[in-house]
């Protein structure tokens, strides 16, 4: 029987091929059959990315602002709304958010690792705030889990439990999880049944081993089991590499694809 993925594989533009200028990044990534994710869209010539023709599959959905409080949360919706233009422009269908701004180290602007009952309400409200704006425009938004052990301590709303239960609480097919497996295996493990319990909400799963964020294959993850339990409940969706190269990058692009194919 030959072997194949039924994913959509996807990498990320800011972390692979660095030496090269980001638009010749994204063409590499390209031509190599990946779909390209990158970050801060403020950050880009939105022209040129596009002029790529490369397919891209998801980016930041905000500029700034937080989840969880009045001030914060007017701000997210905002920038998200000049986020959505930027992402039709690119045909991107996938917005990704966090409980709070990140700044350029990935610390929280605004920290806030004790969620109190009311930050929950705020966050729950913002969502569906999100949402009419993403149902408006045909896109997705997707709320990350992140660790706050080593990259990201204070963020708010960090745990894959948090992400899933406020996902779950708004229920609407335009708010969805970005499970990111690296974060949760830092700060929570059981991967596999992790992967099950989120199964009804995952919008895009992200990849990255574990110690040093490098390729799968390079630390303790068994990316192979993942690839397996994710067939198995049925997820068809994309996996992206957000990850380093531990050496060469089509290498590590070349692992990452072994991982997935089943």
Not at 67 to 84: F, N, Q
Not at 169 to 189: C, F, K, N, T, W
Request: contains cysteine; glycine residues 8%; proline residues 5%.
């Amino acid at each position: 029987m030959a072997c194949h993925t039924p994913f959509t594989l996807a990498a990320c533009a800011e972390m692979l091929f660095r030496d090269r200028p980001v638009i010749e990044r994204v063409r590499r990534l390209d031509a190599l059959g990946f779909q390209v994710e990158i970050w801060d869209w403020t950050k880009h010539d939105i022209q040129a990315l596009a002029s790529t023709g490369a397919t891209f599959s998801s980016m930041t959905g905000y500029v700034s602002g937080t989840l969880a409080d009045k001030e914060g949360a007017d701000e997210l919706v905002r920038t998200a709304r000049d986020s959505v233009e930027v992402a039709k422009q690119l045909g991107i269908p996938r917005l990704n958010l966090h409980g709070t701004g990140l700044d350029g180290q990935g610390l929280p602007v605004k920290p806030g690792a004790e969620m109190t009952g009311p930050m929950w309400i705020r966050a729950h409200d913002t969502l569906h705030r999100l949402a009419d704006l993403a149902q408006e425009n045909e896109v997705t938004f997707v709320l990350e889990n992140l660790n706050t052990a080593i990259d990201h301590p204070g963020v708010p709303f960090a745990r894959a439990v948090d992400v899933l239960e406020l996902v779950a609480s708004v229920d609407r097919p335009q708010v969805r999880i970005m499970l990111d497996l690296y974060h949760a295996q830092i700060g929570e493990g059981n991967l596999v049944e992790l992967v099950r319990r989120c199964a009804s909400y995952i919008g895009e799963v992200q990849v990255a081993d574990v110690p040093g964020r490098c390729e799968p294959g390079t630390g303790e993850i068994h990316y192979p089991a993942i690839a397996r339990t994710l067939h198995e409940i049925g997820y068809r969706g994309t996996v992206g590499l957000e990850a380093w190269a531990s050496g060469d990058d089509e290498l590590a692009l070349t692992r990452f694809r072994e991982a997935f194919t089943l």
